[in-house]
């Protein structure tokens, strides 16, 4: 019977975390232009929301899955001091926020559904400073990840996540949006929220930019190592 030896499965799914973050990324990105079209009838409009959507939770549930699937990695492989029941305490941590996560997507369209992305929002308001707190504090040398000489990579690759956290969570407030700006298209011709759309798409697609490189870095420094 083939044995895997579970790093190696870790890194399998580490991997396709990051091709869904990446990919979907670019998906809404693209659907995007259609979203905030003012030439669209408002029910084309809607259906390509509604496929931004479907395939931002593929990226979304990527962008969580990357920091479990890193941090146990880096106790396998000795970079990261926290393991055993520690381990099993950020899984069932990472369960419940993917939990919420999902349930804001099926409720998306309701008053439930943006109560419950602003409490996934919130997840993030603690976790980007606790990551980089960890991160830059280990770079620094104080711990409690492994950065001596040949592996700083890691602590930098977490520092540069959380950076890539704060520009999603920008990305997050401007989806959110959609679904009561849409809600006030719906009662007829509004040139406030249409220019509001324009307006937030067009910074969006700068930090979308962003956003790409970001996360090639990540990919980088995972791979290559370099320091």
């Not at 979304?60 to 001091?81: K, V």
């Not at 419940?96 to 439930?112: H, I, V």
């Not at 707190?133 to 001596?148: C, D, F």
Request: charged share 15%.
């Amino acid at each position: 019977m083939m044995e895997f030896e579970p790093v190696l499965v870790l890194r399998w799914l580490h991997i396709i975390a990051m091709v869904y973050w990446l990919g979907g990324e670019w998906g809404v990105f693209q659907t995007s232009y259609n979203v905030t079209n003012p030439r669209l009838p408002l029910d084309e409009r809607r259906r390509h929301m509604e496929t931004a959507y479907r395939i931002d939770i593929l990226a979304r549930t990527g962008i969580i899955l990357l920091l479990p699937l890193g941090l146990h990695m880096g106790n396998i492989y000795g970079l990261q001091p926290f393991g055993g029941g520690w381990l099993t305490a950020m899984w069932l941590a990472v369960a419940a926020w993917m939990a919420l996560c999902w349930a804001a997507f099926f409720t998306r369209e309701t008053d439930t559904g943006i109560r419950l992305t602003k409490m996934d929002e919130v997840v993030r308001f603690i976790l980007i400073p606790l990551i980089f707190i960890v991160g830059i504090a280990s770079l620094l040398g104080h711990g409690p990840l492994e950065a001596g000489e040949g592996n700083r990579w890691y602590a930098a690759k977490l520092t540069l996540y959380g950076f890539a956290l704060c520009i999603g969570l920008g990305l997050r407030f401007v989806m959110r949006g959609w679904t009561v700006r849409f809600r006030r298209l719906a009662e007829g011709p509004n040139p406030a929220e249409e220019a509001a759309l324009t307006r937030e798409i067009g910074w969006a697609r700068i930090m979308a930019y962003v956003y790409w490189i970001t996360i090639s870095g990540i990919c980088f420094l995972g791979t290559v190592k370099p320091f």
